[in-house]
């Protein structure tokens, strides 16, 4: 696996695989009712959003 190679280190291949996809794990908002959303192709180009949550919303 190249992103084990690069940064030299051990991944759990089973827990791994959770952060991978299109569907969000799930979470509570914190305090300031962000979140931030990193989408990283398999070119490895990376992009970065950052939304503001409607109050008391669960994704």
Request: charged share 35%.
């Amino acid at each position: 696996m190249k992103l084990k190679k690069d940064i030299r280190a051990e991944l759990d291949e089973d827990l791994l695989k959770h952060f991978v996809g299109t569907v969000s794990l799930p979470f509570e908002a914190g305090a300031n009712n962000t979140v931030a959303v990193k989408i990283v192709d398999d070119r490895g180009i990376e992009s970065l959003k950052v939304m503001r949550l409607e109050t008391g919303e669960m994704k």
